[in-house]
């Protein structure tokens, strides 16, 4: 029996079935509730949510590579893509992006909204912030949101993020995270997967997170492909 943490070969992949196809935001659905796939370093497929975006999710023994059909599943394999690291190798980013764009790789969090009543309004005029921008280029309709003091430049993005699931960022001034973060999930509903990406350098907001009940499942990157 193969060491769990020894990359599966593609010669043995290569042999094996067809790659799955899944519902990413189902496994992520999932995965918030502790329910997550085998761990046997295998990885499937799901369809882009989004025209342009691309991506590696993976999870602890597992990855999903979210691709166009223009990608065979031969080619994945080539590339030597495995549940066990192998999703996020930077030779598999850079092949499938071609000229296009690679995103950070981010570590995943999950939590849920709560729905109710809401202490933040939409703030149009902090739109023009980094990471309004940010959150552009990566997500879909993005909403901005602030508290109602106009003086106060925080802000937290509501948008259609990874597997088209809410996804939130924050760009705070101290003292103003946590009525960001709990404002943004009152605009979330009850139960909904809640969506944060951080990347791992940015301990501060990897740990407010961690403190606030997120919960990481896994890792992801994006890219916007300009293949051949």
């Given amino acids: 029996m193969p060491d769990p943490v020894t990359p599966v070969p593609a010669t043995t992949l290569a042999d094996a079935r067809p790659v799955p196809r899944v519902d990413l935001a189902a496994v992520l659905r999932a995965a918030a509730h502790g329910r ?34 223009d990608v065979t599943d031969q080619q994945l394999l080539d590339l030597g893509v495995h549940g066990l690291g192998g999703a996020h190798e930077p030779a598999v980013a850079l ?20 729905g109710g009543p809401s202490t933040l309004v939409e703030r149009p005029d902090l739109a023009r912030s980094d990471r309004v921008q940010h959150a552009r280029q990566w997500r879909q309709d993005v909403r901005v949101y602030g508290l109602p003091d106009p003086a106060v430049d925080s802000l937290v993005t509501l948008s259609r993020g990874i ?36 990347t791992p350098g940015n301990a501060r907001s990897l740990r407010f997170f961690l403190r606030r009940g997120f919960v990481p499942v896994g890792s992801e990157q994006l890219w916007r492909p300009e293949r051949p």
């Fill in 36 to 69: 997550f796939p085998d761990t046997d370093g295998s990885f499937s497929r799901s369809s882009p949510w989004s025209v342009g975006i691309e991506g590696a999710v993976a999870l602890t023994g597992h990855a999903v590579l979210v691709v166009g059909d």
């Fill in 95 to 114: 092949a499938l992006a071609g000229r296009g764009e690679i995103g950070v790789l981010d570590v995943l969090l999950v939590s849920t909204g709560r």
């Fill in 163 to 198: 597997a088209g699931l809410p996804e939130i960022g924050i760009q705070a001034e101290a003292g103003h995270a946590d009525a960001l973060l709990e404002g943004v999930r009152a605009l979330v509903p009850d139960g909904e997967v809640l969506l944060a990406s951080v």
